[in-house]
């Protein structure tokens, strides 16, 4: 692993000095966390918050009218944003071809078809927050394995519309699934690479941290909190245009005395929401 130091990353966990990264640490979440909450957070390594902005299949406890997401306000986001090492990417949470509730047509002109439609919802739900143009959005895809050609329709769509019928650009948050069967491979290449790439690849199972170091592997808990890690992604997840890295799911953390349970992510880059294509 590269570590070399960076000013502005992070220093202690937990009482343990530890090195200055060599990536951006961060995390995504829903609901939002309070702005208060990150601005402790930020007193350690926290540099990158995912956001969601809502979508058809955003989770229904926190989806509201029009499919926006409730605890995301503008208030919240304008907050995050006031931190001055913070950095977020705006996320939408889209059709798939998992156990959703809506799902993506199996037909490809239907998908298409859409693919159109839901990246005008999220151009909606990104101008209601008040996003920046030229900010990205990233279409939150799930699925495990290789697509089927109605999905890679979708997705293609999707990006296509919200790189030239808006003012925003596209990303895509999916997962690698493995080197043989990667649906981040397959949508990188499908959509010309003309999109950021946030790539989901967990070393170990939901609530469990593994410690690159020692090779442990440990359920999470208030009391055994995950560690940080500065990983490169074209180590875990080659070939895929990387730029954010999601490398565990669903474990506590403790930050400045913050506890929650998130997913931990590694930014290549300072600002995930700027272009990278």
């Keep these: ?18 090195p200055r990264y060599n990536y951006y640490m961060g995390y995504d979440k829903s609901p939002a966390l309070s702005v208060d909450k990150v601005k402790e957070m930020v007193k350690s390594m926290l540099r990158v918050i995912g956001v969601y902005i809502g979508g058809l299949n955003y989770e229904s ?16 986001i304008q907050g995050y944003l006031l931190i001055p090492s913070i950095k977020v ?5 889209g059709r798939s071809d998992q156990d959703v509730s809506i799902k993506i047509p199996d037909q490809d002109p239907e998908a298409v078809s859409k693919g159109v439609t839901d990246a005008r919802e999220a151009e909606r739900l990104a101008k209601a927050l008040d996003v920046p143009d030229n900010s990205v959005i990233y279409l939150d895809v799930e699925g495990g394995n290789k697509h089927n050609e109605a999905v890679v329709a979708y997705v293609k769509s999707w990006v296509e519309t919200i790189n030239n019928k ?59 909190p995950a560690k940080w890690f500065d990983i490169n992604p074209e180590d875990r997840v080659p070939g895929t245009g990387c730029i954010v890295y999601q490398y565990s799911g669903n474990v506590w953390i403790n930050l400045q005395g913050v506890q929650t349970i998130v997913d931990q992510i590694s930014s290549t880059v300072p600002d995930p929401n700027v272009k990278q294509f």
């Excluded at 692993?1 to 530890?18: P, R």
């Excluded at 509201?64 to 997401?69: L, S, T």
């Design 1 to 18: 692993m590269n570590i070399e130091n960076k000013e502005g990353c992070g220093e202690i966990m937990g009482g343990e000095v530890i």
């Design 89 to 93: 990417a705006y996320i939408y949470v």
């Design 166 to 224: 808006t003012s925003y650009w596209a990303g895509i948050y999916c997962n690698y699934g493995s080197a043989t069967a990667s649906p981040a491979k397959q949508l990188y290449e499908a959509v010309n690479h003309e999109a950021n790439m946030y790539v989901a690849r967990w070393y170990a199972k939901g609530g469990s941290c593994y410690d690159i170091f020692t090779g442990e592997t440990y359920v999470t808990s208030k009391s055994n």
């Design 61 to 76: 406890s926190d989806r509201g009218e029009g499919n926006k997401a409730i605890s995301f306000t503008k208030e919240v």
